[in-house]
C-alpha cells in the first residue's frame, strides 16, 4: 500500500539519472565497437564441443550446451514469459482500479500506469519492433565462427545479414532492465529488496541470453539499459504532467 507522501517516481524521474543512463549507453556502444574482440570471446567462453546427432559424421561437433539444458531452457521459458503475465495483470488492475473512480491524482495507480506504458513503449515498441527489426545484426548461433553462415558485424551496426528479429539489442534483456521498473509497484519499506530481486531476475534473463547463443553480451548490455532510459523519461513525462495538472 502506498503512503500518502510516496507520490513521486523516486530516482526515475531525476534528470541526472535519464543523462547518466544515456551516458552509460552511449559509452558502452562506443566501447564494444572499438574492442568488438570482447563480444566474440564472451560468446565463444560458452561454445564447446557438444554430442553430436546419430548420423553425424565422425568429427566433434560445437555448440552453446546450455541452450541444449532443459533445465536452463525451462527457466528460460519462465522468465520470458514473465513480463507477459505481470502485463496482463497490471491491465486488468488499471481498469478495475478505474472502474473504482482511481485515476491519475492517486499515486499507485500512476506508477501501475507507468511500469505498463514503459513495457509496451520501452520493451515492445523501442527495443522489438524498433531497433531489432533494423539493425540487422546476426545472432552469435548464426555467424561462421560458431557453425552458422553468417557474418559478424558490430554493434549498432545496420548492415548485418539477419532480415528480422535480429540481435541488437537483445529483447529479452530490455524486458529484464523493465522488470527493474517494476520495482515502483511495491511500497517503499519493500522497495529496495524489491529492487534487488528484480535486478539479480533481470540480470539472469540477459544473461541466459548470451549462454545460449542467442545474443553478444553488448546487445544484453544495451538492451537492458535501453528500458532503464525508456522507464526515466516516462517518470519525467508523468511527473511534469501531474505538476502541470495541479497548478490548472
Excluded at 516516462?234 to 505538476?243: D, H, S, V, Y
Aim: aromatic letters at 14%; glycine letters at 8%; hydrophobic letters at 50%.
Amino acid at each position: 500500500m502506498q503512503t500518502q507522501s510516496d507520490n513521486g517516481f523516486g530516482f526515475w524521474s531525476k534528470p541526472l539519472f535519464l543523462i547518466a543512463m544515456l551516458f552509460l549507453w552511449s559509452a558502452i556502444l562506443v566501447f564494444f565497437r572499438t574492442y568488438p574482440a570482447i563480444d566474440m570471446a564472451v560468446a565463444n567462453f560458452f561454445y564447446h564441443e557438444v554430442a553430436c546427432s546419430a548420423n553425424a559424421a565422425t568429427q566433434p561437433c560445437f555448440g552453446f550446451p546450455v541452450a541444449m539444458n532443459s533445465i536452463m531452457a525451462t527457466i528460460r521459458n519462465i522468465l520470458h514469459r514473465a513480463p507477459v503475465f505481470i502485463g496482463v495483470g497490471l491491465i486488468i488492475l488499471l481498469i478495475y482500479s478505474y472502474y473504482k473512480g482511481k485515476r491519475a491524482v492517486d499515486s499507485a495507480f500512476r506508477k501501475q500506469s507507468l511500469v505498463l506504458a514503459n513495457l509496451i513503449i520501452g520493451t515492445l515498441l523501442v527495443v522489438n519492433s524498433g531497433f531489432k527489426e533494423n539493425f540487422g545484426r546476426v545472432r552469435p548461433r548464426d555467424i561462421i565462427d560458431f557453425g552458422g553462415k553468417s557474418d559478424f558485424t558490430l554493434a549498432g551496426d545496420f548492415i548485418g545479414q539477419c532480415v528480422s528479429n535480429c540481435s541488437f539489442p537483445s529483447g529479452e534483456a530490455a524486458a529484464g532492465g523493465w522488470l527493474l521498473c517494476c520495482g515502483l509497484l511495491f511500497a517503499p519499506r519493500w522497495r529496495k529488496p524489491a529492487y534487488i530481486a528484480l535486478f539479480i531476475l533481470g540480470a539472469a534473463m540477459a544473461l541466459l541470453r548470451v549462454t545460449f547463443g542467442a545474443h553478444f553480451i553488448s546487445d544484453v548490455l544495451l538492451g537492458y539499459i535501453t528500458t532503464l532510459i525508456t522507464c526515466s523519461i516516462l517518470a519525467i513525462a508523468f511527473e511534469r504532467i501531474q505538476k502541470w495538472r495541479m497548478s490548472r
